[in-house]
C-alpha cells in the first residue's frame, strides 16, 4: 500500500486547513485510510486526490450531499457511484453556470484593481 501522511502533511499539500479536513472526514466526505498506533490519522495518495475533488467543488455551490454524490462517481478508488446521465448531466451544467458566474466576479474584480493600478500610477510623484 502507498505511503502514509499525517494530517498536517495533507493540510500543507491540499491548502486546506486540519479543521475543514476532520470536518470533511466527520460529515463522510474523506476517511482516513488509516490509523497510526498513537490514534493518529493515516492518508494516502488516493486521499489527497480526493480533498483535492472536494476543494474544486467547494468554490461552485456544491452542498455536502451533492458532493458526496459526485465523489462516489468522480472518485475512482471508491467504485460506489451509480449516477443517472440525466443527474450527472445537471452537476455538469450547474458547474458550468457557477463557472461562469465566478468568472464574471473576476472580471468585475479585475477591472477594479486594474483601476486601482491606473489611480496609484497618475498620482505618483514624476
Not at 29 to 35: E, N, Q
Not at 83 to 88: K, N
Amino acid at each position: 500500500m502507498g505511503q502514509h501522511m499525517q494530517i498536517g502533511e495533507v493540510a500543507e499539500r491540499t491548502g486546506l486547513s486540519l479543521r475543514t479536513i476532520r470536518y470533511y472526514e466527520e460529515v463522510g466526505l474523506v476517511v482516513p485510510s488509516a490509523r497510526s498506533q498513537g490514534g493518529f490519522r493515516l492518508y494516502t495518495e488516493p486521499d489527497v486526490t480526493r480533498l483535492g475533488l472536494v476543494k474544486r467543488m467547494k468554490p461552485l455551490g456544491f452542498q455536502l450531499d451533492e458532493m458526496g454524490e459526485l465523489l462516489a462517481v468522480l472518485d475512482p478508488d471508491s467504485g460506489t457511484g451509480e449516477i443517472s446521465p440525466g443527474r450527472l448531466r445537471e452537476f455538469a451544467e450547474t458547474a458550468e453556470q457557477r463557472c461562469a458566474e465566478l468568472r464574471a466576479k473576476l472580471s468585475n474584480a479585475e477591472q477594479f484593481a486594474e483601476l486601482l493600478r491606473a489611480r496609484l500610477a497618475a498620482s505618483a510623484p514624476q
